[in-house]
């Protein structure tokens, strides 16, 4: 044997044998930081444990683009309220303008599938996962659909866009995304109602937040949500802001952040 692995043989025989402890109730979140662990950091019994529930999905992450907004508008619309949903059109402007900040959690299946997918994918036309097998559906289970904006917190104008988007295209226009923003502005955070409450919204936040922040994009993160789901996102590691100034849908939000470049060490988090 190679002296490199005896004195690596020597070392686990030293080793106490692994027991199977109590499960594990992983915090996502640094014991020394606010911020939440990026996922590679996470150790992968963790990872294990929080995403048992959506494992048999086989879930992947994917940028979205202007190709994907006839499942961003079916997912939205089943998601939110008719009063809080995203139009259409805004859909495809936020896709149009900044696709490169949104993402999607799929999953695959065939129409044959004995299983919750196999049924939905029996209820709606799916676009083909791959030109080679056009039997196998792509099926959005989750989006997150985001813009920039100049504001610290997500405004009324930065949830509208400009009426001529398509005709006139602006960097930085007064409503709606702003490619010189520093903010960038989490608008739609949606999970397919019947695969909720499996961990894809979270590991779904997770991994964008990680994109965003390891890509450079801006120099922070801003959302407005419902009291009820604050603590869901404190435990991503944004911050409560308290009440916010926002009216869109009816009104009644939190302004919720997480900045980066704060309490940064040498890890990088
Ligand atoms: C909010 C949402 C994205 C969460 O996605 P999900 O896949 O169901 O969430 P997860 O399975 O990852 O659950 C994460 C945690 O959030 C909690 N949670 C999920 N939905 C919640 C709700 N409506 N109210 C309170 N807590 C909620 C879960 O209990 C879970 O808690 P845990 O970490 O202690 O286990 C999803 O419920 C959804 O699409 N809701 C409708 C649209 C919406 O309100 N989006 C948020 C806009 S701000």
Redesign the pocket.
Known sequence: MPRALESEKATLEGMAPLEKGPPVQPSLVSPHHDDPLPLYRIPSLLVEESFE?MKDLKPFSLLLNQEDVEECDWLEHL??DSI?AASREKIEYRLAVCGELCSGIFSSAYTTTSTPLGALIRSRKFPSIDSSDSDRKRILL?HIIATKHRHRTVTDDSMDFPSNWRTKYQLSPSTGHDEDGETVCLH????H?D???????????LSWVQRIRDSGTGKRIA????E??V???E?SGFKSLGPSKAQYGGGGWVDMIMEFGQDRNDDGF
């Not at 695969?195 to 936040?205: D, P």
């Not at 959302?223 to 419902?226: A, D, G, N, P, Y």
């Open positions: 529930k998601a939110f809080e989750g739609s955070l949606a999970v109602p695969f909720q409450n499996q961990g894809l919204g979270k590991v779904l936040l959302l407005l949500c419902r009820r789901l603590p869901f996102y435990r």
